[in-house]
């Protein structure tokens, strides 16, 4: 059964009377050969153990049930449930997990299923929940490896540099704990319902260490929001929200300047290394203070 041929989908969801739910973003793949791409670059087959967010019919659940030993795909609409148990009957070495995986603890699940085996995740993500699931994804720290497919400009921002449009406290964020590469493009066209922006696929390799290391990991990212929300602004500005009580705008203008920073910089231009350097000098003189 090809669970990309659009045919076959709406035969298959017809059976079970199944209708499209904009509120999940759900767009199903019509091209074969995206979910074995995938499946093949996913390391799956090296791991031997999947998670899979978000299965929908099956297409790329099935192309991980060809090269790992083992699924495990996590489904929110159970509506999807009795279709999987169709599309995938031809499996044994798949189970489906009903449940929100903003919810899951995922290190939980993946200690409960695959003991103490490798593991990695895959997802083709709704969008209106692409940040928070990455972000849950690898705060699990249980995977080797995470592919997931996004919006094409969320990929983008994410492996983003610094002094780009598209650099933002995300990229920061996933930088700071992985390693990113879009993996390859997927044309809107692919998908049905058709959606109205273009994908990509993502690879993210979680780092051992974070990417820099600092004194205080909360005030870090403390900065950097504090630098990309308002990111027109220039720094000495932007950070005055959450230093200006203990340090003033003096005060932040000689934490700039030790780092080796203009006062006039903006945020957005600013490296893992340089945020890592001025959290380490700001919690210097937070306790001087």
Known sequence: MNLCDIDVIRAVLARHGFRFSKSLGQNFLTDLSVPQRIAAQSGAAQAGHVVEV????????????RVAGQVVAVELDRA???VLDETLAGFDNYE??????????????CREKFGDG????CANLPYYITTPAITALLDSRAFDQVTVMVQKEVAERICAAPGTAAYSAFSIYVQYRAAAEI???VRADCFVPRPKVDSAVLRLTPLQQP???????KLFFSLVRAAFNMRRKTLVNALGPVLGDRLGKNGITALIGTVGLDARVRGERLSLADFARLTDAAAGMLARA
């Open 54 to 65: 978000g299965p929908g019919m099956g297409c790329l659940t099935a192309e991980l049930c």
């Open 96 to 109: 489906v997990v009903q449940g929100d995986v903003l919810a899951l603890d995922l290190a939980a699940l």
């Open 183 to 185: 993996l390859f493009d």
């Open 118 to 121: 490798r593991a990695v995740a």
């Open 80 to 82: 999807l449930l009795p």
């Open 211 to 217: 990417a820099v290391q600092t004194v205080d990991e």
